[in-house]
């Protein structure tokens, strides 16, 4: 007995079509968001730079590093004593003292230079480094001033000498026979800024690096900046 397999197959040609669905599922926003949507959000590639092209774009960052090495190192050894309630076998109390002090000024004085100096012109081309403010003529207006919010780094200087010079307020009274040294006392008053201070030094560095410097800089530009 033949079968025709054509006859059961064959879709019939006055089906009609099925309704579109009233609440059709919401695309999933892998479909709806195009693949290079966000290749358009990260930064163009650099090439690689030379040696001698890291070298200029890296020179701030290792300067600033070299000074920064030397705070963390002061504040270590001030901070240990207070942690372990013992003095440095090789200080005398007046020494210890005149450390912390010493660490006081350095700071003040750096920081001082920074924000006089390194961060307005950084600042123009750096939001990392950009003051609360511009000077009158820069902003929109004539004469007037364009209020910017102030960056991460100068709000850790300002955090780290509130609790900095109430620390060298308190040595300063101590060296003046004031009161007597309690390394407790100074642990806290330390640790009151300490941890800023730390991650200061180190955010400092990581954007004066070679590979943010050159995303703003000519080489040319780099070459002329004072430090």
Request: proline residues 6%; aromatic residues 6%.
């Amino acid at each position: 007995m033949s079968h025709n397999v054509a006859s059961e197959t064959a879709v019939p040609t006055n089906t009609e079509a099925r309704p579109a669905d009233e609440n059709p599922a919401p695309a999933s926003e892998s479909d709806s968001v195009p693949a290079a949507a966000d290749e358009q959000d990260t930064e163009p590639a650099l090439p690689p730079l030379t040696p001698q092209e890291f070298r200029i774009y890296n020179r701030l960052a290792e300067k600033m590093e070299y000074f920064h090495d030397h705070f963390r190192q002061m504040y270590t050894t001030l901070h240990t004593a207070c942690t372990t309630n013992r003095r440095p076998a090789n200080m005398t109390l007046k020494q210890f003292l005149d450390e912390g002090l010493r660490l006081a000024s350095y700071l003040e004085g750096h920081h001082s230079i920074e924000e006089t100096y390194l961060y307005p012109l950084l600042g123009r081309k750096m939001p990392e480094f950009r003051a609360t403010s511009l000077p009158a003529g820069l902003g929109k207006g004539k004469g007037k001033k364009k209020k910017q919010e102030e960056c991460e780094l100068l709000r850790q200087h300002q955090a780290i000498h509130e609790g900095m010079d109430e620390m060298a307020d308190y040595l300063r009274r101590c060296k003046d026979r004031e009161c007597e040294l309690e390394l407790g006392v100074l642990k806290t008053k330390m640790d009151s800024w300490g941890d800023v201070l730390l991650k200061h030094l180190d955010q400092e560095v990581r954007d004066l690096g070679a590979e943010k410097m050159r995303r703003y800089f000519t080489l040319q530009e780099m070459k002329a900046i004072p430090i």
